[in-house]
T-cell receptor
Framework: KAGVTQTPRYLIKTRGQQVTLSCSPI?????VSWYQQTPGQGLQFLFE???????NKGNFPGRFSGRQFSNSRSEMNVSTLELGDSALYLC??????????????FGAGSRLTVL | GQQLNQSPQSMFIQEGEDVSMNCTSS?????WLWYKQDPGEGPVLLIA?????ELTSNGRLTAQFGITRKDSFLNISASIPSDVGIYFC????????????FGTGTRLKVLA
């Protein structure tokens, strides 16, 4: 079974540009979550999608947005990039149990550097 | 941003030693996960815990879901050099929020 695939793995952008990151979840997983990882703030929750609907959103500015397609693939977009947006962006897919619990399986991440 | 208190922050140990780390929170969680992350890679799931008091093993790893539901522990027995990496705990709030809060991480270095 293929794992979570994130593209691109590495990218460099300049301030003011925008970026789109892609995530293909494990087949059968309908929940996709995005996290930002930085040395100073650790892993921070961005948002979670299930069946093309955003169910929860973290405490990030509106420049961070996402969407999920009918095949469960997800994209996140960051507009008007700032230096502080440099980070490893991690996508995680999961099954959701009846109890509401879900176990996150992460991709390798997209390393964004903003110059 | 929100992070769970995870300790120790880092540790150097000799190969063959046992390792313990823990996470604490002021909030109650219904699921605890433990991950290991190698440089340049995403976190890899080690153990998932679903019930207070639950004790689960995965090879040399053992984790426990605290009885108060506010903490969790991970033990590694007989450490080996490939145990090097950063270990994270993650807690999920009571169902309905669909998000996890991650610990600050424990960086483990094993001396051969």
């Amino acid at each position: 079974k293929a794992g979570v695939t994130q593209t691109p793995r590495y990218l460099i952008k300049t301030r003011g540009q925008q970026v789109t990151l892609s995530c293909s979840p494990i087949s059968g997983h309908r929940s996709v979550s995005w996290y930002q990882q930085t040395p100073g703030q650790g892993l921070q929750f961005l948002f979670e999608y299930f069946s093309e609907t955003q169910r929860n959103k973290g405490n990030f500015p509106g420049r961070f947005s996402g969407r999920q397609f009918s095949n469960s693939r997800s994209e996140m977009n960051v507009s008007t990039l700032e230096l502080g947006d440099s980070a490893l962006y991690l996508c995680a897919s999961s099954l959701v149990f009846d109890s509401g619990a879900n176990v996150l399986t992460f991709g390798a991440g997209s390393r964004l550097t903003v110059l | 941003g929100q992070q769970l208190n995870q300790s120790p922050q880092s540790m150097f140990i000799q190969e063959g030693e046992d390792v313990s780390m823990n996470c604490t929170s002021s909030s109650i969680f219904n699921t605890w996960l433990w991950y290991k992350q190698d440089p340049g890679e995403g976190p890899v799931l080690l153990i998932a815990l679903y019930k207070a008091g639950e004790l689960t093993s995965n090879g040399r790893l053992t984790a426990q879901f605290g009885i108060t539901r506010k903490d969790s522990f991970l033990n590694i027995s007989a450490s080996i050099p490939s145990d090097v990496g950063i270990y994270f705990c993650a807690g999920q709030y009571t169902s309905g929020t669909y998000k996890y809060i991650f610990g600050t991480g424990t960086r483990l270095k094993v001396l051969a």
